[in-house]
Each structure stands twice: as C-alpha cells, then as structure tokens.
C-alpha cells in the first residue's frame, strides 16, 4: 500500500531564518506531487506541483522554492521565512496516467505545522 | 478562473442530527470533477468522493450522501445521523479538465457534532 510521509510535524522558526520541509512517498512510482498550504481557518492554496524529477511548477509568486531530487521525494524551500510564511503545509500525491491529473484523487500527508516568530 | 463556495464557516449539531453542507462551484470548463475531503482534528485530508460532470447521479456510501445538480452548480454533502466522530472541517474542491494540476479548495465548513 501507499503511504506519505512528511517531517517534522511542527516546527517554529525566527523571521529571517531558512526552511526545509520534506515529504517521501512510499509504494508508488512516478506519482504527481504536490505542495500546499492551509492558513488558520482557511482552505487549501497550492503552492507547488511536480509531475517527475527536477520538474516543478509553481502556483504562487512567494519566497518559498520546492525541489524534487527523486522520483518519491519532494523538498519545499525557504532562504528567508516571513511572518506570511505560518501555516499548515500539506504534501499530497496523485497516480498519473489513466484519466488525467484533474480526476484522480490526491492523497494527502499528515501536515507540518509551521510557525514563524 | 474556478472558484468554490463554501458559504457554511460552522455548523454544530448535537449527535444522531443530519448535517448538509453545502457547495457552489464556478467554472467555464464543460468537464470537470468536484471533490470532498474531509479534515479530521489530527490533519490530514481525506478522500470522500469524486463526481464527474457528466455523472449527476446521487450518491450514497453509509450515512454520506452526495447531491450533485449542475444546473445550480452546486455540490451538496450530507451526513445522516451525524456521529462524533463526524466532527472535523470538510472541503469540497474543483479540479478542471483544462487545468490537470490545480485543485481548488473551498475555505472549509467546520462541523462540530455534540454528545
């Protein structure tokens, strides 16, 4: 079976200071992967996609970058956080192939909670 | 552009009530597919169902039940006999034809089921 996998769960950060949050898929090949992030009492803004390695399209002018160094691993970047950077951020997967991007389902990781002092 | 509307911020009811939560979506794409997800106090989003906008046939799974009616673009969920364990933040989402990528969320309505 598939599972997703996202570290740390949370983690507080000084303004200024740099991010990386990872997210593994396990059981799969080749899935979409995504980023997105949910701030308090909102619903759910996509900040990144990636259909394979080193593709990556971004949804979202910000200062956060992603990267996907292997087929199951997706890295979501910052050299400076903000304030405007807390939030809840969730990786999710999709199949690709039969029926398109658009139809299939996206499972979603547990989240990493993210707090910027 | 898509958007969806999910007009509901909260919504409260005690145990064994039914809860609808509603959804209204636009989009200029004639195919596309409508989402719920449900958010559960832990986090994690899961998959509730899909519907195609070709199918608007009703759905029922257990005490879930789906109407879809394009004719209002509008994607109603409803929990019959609503449970504890019913109690977290649903979304419904649009994903169109046109864009495979993007999956647009609802801002979410928070479901509180009392004992």
């Known amino acids: 079976s598939q599972t997703i996998h996202q570290w740390p769960a949370t983690l507080v950060q000084p303004v200024g200071s740099p991010l990386s949050l990872e997210c593994t898929v396990e059981?799969?090949?080749?899935?979409?992967l995504y980023w997105y992030r949910q701030a308090a009492g909102r619903g759910l803004q996509l900040l990144f996609y990636s259909v394979g390695i080193g593709q990556i399209s971004s949804e979202v002018p910000q200062n956060l970058s992603a990267s996907r160094p292997q087929d199951r691993q997706f890295i979501l970047s910052s050299k400076k956080l903000l304030l405007s950077d807390s939030g809840f951020y969730l990786c999710?997967?999709?199949?690709?192939?039969?029926?398109?991007?658009?139809?299939?389902?996206?499972?979603f990781g547990p989240g990493t909670r993210l707090t910027v002092l | 552009a898509q958007k969806v509307t999910q007009a509901q911020t909260e919504i409260s009811v005690v145990e064994k009530e039914d809860v609808t939560l509603d959804c209204v979506y636009e989009?200029?794409?004639?195919?596309?597919?409508l989402f719920w997800y449900k958010q559960p106090p832990s986090g994690e989003l899961v998959f509730l169902i899909r519907?195609?906008?070709?199918?608007?046939q009703n759905e029922i799974s257990g005490r879930y039940s789906w109407n879809f009616q394009k004719s209002t673009s509008s994607f109603n969920f409803t929990i019959t006999a609503s449970q504890v364990v019913d109690s977290a933040v649903y979304f419904c989402a649009l994903s169109p034809r046109s864009n495979d990528y993007k999956l647009s969320f609802g801002a979410g309505t928070t479901v509180t089921v009392r004992a």
């Open positions: 519907r195609n906008s070709f199918d608007e």
């Open positions: 999710a997967w999709s199949v690709p192939g039969a029926g398109g991007p658009a139809y299939n389902e996206q499972f």
């Open positions: 059981g799969t090949s080749n899935p979409n």
């Open positions: 989009t200029r794409d004639t195919t596309y597919y």
